[in-house]
């Protein structure tokens, strides 16, 4: 199955290739996206997926379905404004994230913080952002929010899995930080039962059902030197490791002296046979490249203007869920 699904990616590129990309080979002629237009490419996908729902304070306890069946369940009458309770008409806003491809066109990668402080790739069973708003403002709720996740979107029931907040910095970026209550207690948290996640959610925001990846192999760092013009604000460096569908790394320092991104934490596993992604914004479009790397200690990689295509967002997802 692994081969096929090779074969079936190795295609897929050539054919885009081919057929609706745009390659670069003469430098003088490129000129770098601008951060405002890579953070509107960002913003596009994480839109076309948003998903809403109204409902009515009266209406108490309410219940909704979304697009993958993941089950939402919330108290209307815990909700606040500025400290006051809410009457009226109320809309959710509510993301769902279970591949790689949507976590990379919608900057969600899968990265946990460690005790340490440091980041680590994170396995996913689903990244989820929920808001209440009532004429554009965000409410906040005094009671938990529910949600029952079907595992099948993830490969089925992992019992290490546990919940974590998405905490977003200045830039925009995203990371994962533990939330150490226990779902089987009722206190928040998440637990498997039959076929599904049940994950009992504190506030509204971004969460995550994931454990960290695991490898045993000595752990190095790694740098990638990205084409002429490009840095962390126009521009982005992830990792997608080989057999790992629903997890995405991605490379958060850049050190404008050398111009070289980095994975400074030392958190990759020498000989992991994995594909590094360059991607940024084209005309509207998303451009990129993807090298096939093993990762060597203190590695250097590097990505060529010659090497990037330009393609639309729906090719790009389905190249970076049809990677290895």
């Known amino acids: 199955m692994k081969n096929l699904k090779h074969i079936l990616a190795t295609l897929l590129v050539t054919v885009i290739t081919f057929t609706s990309c745009t390659k670069n080979d003469n430098d003088d002629f490129i000129t770098p996206a601008t951060a405002?237009?890579?953070?509107?490419?960002?913003?596009?996908?994480?839109?076309?997926?948003?998903?809403?729902?109204?409902f009515n304070t009266e209406d108490g306890w309410i219940a909704f379905t979304s697009e993958n069946g993941v089950q939402i369940s919330l108290n209307a009458n815990c909700l606040t404004k500025n400290g006051l309770a809410v009457t009226g008409d109320v809309n959710l806003e509510f993301v769902e994230i279970f591949n790689k491809g949507t976590m990379l066109t919608t900057n969600k990668p899968t990265m946990g913080i460690m005790?340490?402080?440091?980041?680590?790739?994170?396995?996913?069973?689903?990244?989820?952002?929920?808001?209440?708003?009532?004429?554009?403002?965000?409410?906040?709720?005094?009671?938990?929010?529910?949600?029952?996740?079907?595992?099948?979107?993830?490969?089925?029931?992992?019992?290490?899995?546990?919940?974590?907040?998405?905490?977003?910095?200045?830039?925009?970026?995203?990371?994962?930080?533990?939330?150490?209550?226990?779902?089987?207690?009722?206190?928040?948290?998440?637990?498997?039962e039959g076929n599904s996640y049940y994950a009992f959610l504190n506030s509204f925001g971004w969460s995550n059902v994931d454990r960290f990846y695991s490898d045993p192999r000595p752990k190095t760092t790694i740098l990638v030197d990205v084409p002429e013009g490009y840095?962390?604000?126009?521009?982005a460096v992830y990792l997608s490791y080989d057999g790992e569908d629903t997890g995405l790394a991605n490379l958060d320092t850049y050190d404008a002296a050398t111009g070289l991104f980095s994975e400074h934490y030392g958190q990759i596993p020498i000989g992991l046979e994995c594909h590094v992604i360059f991607a940024t914004e084209e005309n509207g479009n998303w451009k990129y490249a993807i090298k096939s790397v093993v990762i060597v200690e203190n590695d250097v990689i590097t990505i060529t203007e010659a090497e990037t295509l330009v393609i639309t967002e729906a090719q790009f997802t389905t190249i970076i869920n049809n990677l290895p």
């Open 36 to 54: 405002e237009e890579f953070n509107s490419i960002k913003a596009q996908a994480l839109e076309a997926i948003t998903q809403n729902f109204q």
């Open 115 to 192: 005790p340490t402080g440091e980041k680590a790739m994170l396995i996913s069973g689903g990244e989820f952002f929920l808001e209440a708003t009532q004429n554009g403002v965000a409410l906040d709720t005094n009671c938990g929010l529910q949600l029952i996740i079907p595992s099948a979107l993830t490969g089925g029931i992992d019992n290490d899995m546990i919940l974590w907040n998405g905490i977003i910095d200045e830039d925009g970026n995203l990371a994962w930080e533990q939330n150490k209550r226990d779902g089987a207690n009722g206190e928040g948290g998440v637990f498997a």
């Open 231 to 235: 840095n962390n604000t126009n521009s």
